[in-house]
């Protein structure tokens, strides 16, 4: 016999859409096209180095202060030098070459000189106060901010960290949001309250629905619990409504099971099913701290995918292609920025690695994204970096995400200064594409 709950897996659709009668409960309509328009932020932890992932081939001085890491300038017959990306000055590493893809469509830009500006060195400080959205220990991040100020979709997964268990600075706030690592494990389950193989008829969820069912019209705790009790409910049924017989459209390609491939295939299908997801929250996370042993020892030392670094890299690049092909009909709806903390020494150290820098290179691709490389350090030498051992900036990240979310999300100007505190905005028009 039928248990319960293949029943109602079985008949999630229905069952999302009756939840409109649930007090708080969200309007889900599964198989429509996304109707709003989605800001997904993606955190190279680490310390990403943007002159290993956007090498400075047209300069001199990186050679010099690079003599064993540094990656060889675009040659069609060698496949361990630089991918040309059309810059005289900047080129791509090797192992990203999947994003070509979308950078010969016009459709991705590198910011390659990014950072929080008034940031340090320290791993913790710098990503907190990115997510924070500004150098302070504000409790909110910068995505819940926004989506405290800009009126939504009163839908519990307006806002969501993806690929993992644990928040993001970024997403955290009085705005409740889910962290889903993925769909299946998005559940909630008592051995007492199971039946069935593998908790196939979970009882815990129908009777806490049950009991949430009956609204309590007061400010007290238990009505605050009931409240969230069926937020988290909503968020799971819409999350397992929406990865009913989903397939990976993307030409034969599939997600990772790393944290940026489960966080980006749940955000594909979240927005194919029609979630009005606006903000989201994803790790990529490879060993970006390479402060020894940047390249191997191979001959293929820029390309060798026995090597864990190149391996992830690639990966995580083909990730973020399969993305862009799955989400294919709605990417203008779409932008993903790519940032890390902060970059790496423009000198290598000792161990053939790179030590805590300042700026590095961000990437975004999609909605209005304009193509190319966007303000960019024009040499390397020492006497123009900054402390002669790091990469100046020339675009504060607080302007990348501001733009996207005037420009992409349709955000008041004026509240910059607030989603980001303090912050005076620059506009760079890197998100100004209108075809």
């Known amino acids: 016999m039928t248990t319960r709950r293949e029943f109602l897996k079985s008949s999630a659709i229905m069952t999302a859409a009756s939840m409109a009668g649930v007090a708080g409960a969200p309007q889900f309509a599964f198989g429509q096209s996304a109707g709003g328009k989605t800001l997904i932020k993606v955190f190279m932890r680490g310390g990403a180095d943007g002159l290993h992932l956007f090498p400075a081939v047209g300069d001199p001085f990186y050679y010099q202060h690079r003599p064993n890491i540094a990656i060889e300038p675009p040659s069609d017959s060698d496949v361990n030098t630089a991918i040309d990306i059309g810059d005289n000055y900047r080129g791509m590493n090797p192992n990203l070459e999947p994003l070509m893809e979308i950078w010969d469509a016009g459709r991705m830009m590198v910011a390659p ?9 320290s791993h ?18 910068y995505l819940n901010r926004y989506m405290q100020e800009v009126p939504g979709v009163n839908d519990p997964l307006r806002g969501a960290v993806l690929g993992k268990t644990n928040m993001s600075a970024e997403a955290s706030g009085n705005i409740p949001v889910p962290a889903i690592q993925t769909q299946s494990n998005f559940e909630l389950e008592n051995s007492n309250f199971c039946s069935g193989s593998g908790c196939a008829d979970n009882q815990l969820t129908e009777m806490m629905r049950e009991i949430s069912s009956h609204p309590v019209v007061d400010n007290s ?7 969230n009790q069926v937020i988290m409910l909503d968020s799971i049924a819409q999350v397992q409504a929406s990865g009913m017989n989903y397939t990976t459209n993307a030409g034969g390609l599939e997600y990772s099971n790393s ?14 099913a029609g979630v009005p997801l606006e903000v989201a929250a994803i790790d990529w996370n490879i060993g970006w701290d390479t402060h020894a042993n940047q390249i191997p020892g191979s001959a293929n030392r820029f390309t060798d995918q026995n090597f864990n670094y190149h391996r ?8 973020f292609l399969t993305f862009y092909r799955d989400i294919a009909n709605i990417l203008d709806d779409v932008v993903v920025i790519v940032g890390t903390e902060f970059g790496r020494t423009v000198l290598e150290n000792g161990s053939r690695g790179t030590d805590h820098g300042h700026s590095s290179s961000w990437f975004a691709f999609g909605g209005p994204t304009s ?3 966007a303000d960019d350090i024009t040499t390397l030498d020492r006497d ?13 990240y607080q302007d990348i995400v501001g733009e996207i979310m005037i420009r992409h999300m349709n955000m008041d ?20 594409r209108t075809s």
Do not use: C, Y
């Open 259 to 272: 944290r940026l491939g489960r966080g980006l295939r749940l955000a594909a299908q979240l927005l194919k």
């Open 221 to 227: 705790i238990e009505a605050t619990v009931r409240e």
């Open 113 to 121: 000189s990014t950072a929080l500006e008034s940031g340090n060195r």
């Open 413 to 432: 100007p004026n509240l910059v200064s607030t989603v980001f505190p303090g912050h005076s905005f620059t506009n760079h028009n890197l998100f100004s």
């Open 124 to 141: 913790f400080d710098n990503q907190r106060w990115i997510g924070n959205g500004a150098r302070n220990n504000l409790i909110d991040g």
């Open 312 to 319: 992830r890299m690639r990966e995580g690049a083909t990730d």
């Open 384 to 396: 123009q970096l900054r402390s002669s051992r790091f990469t100046p900036t020339r675009t504060e």
């Open 371 to 373: 193509p190319g490389v």
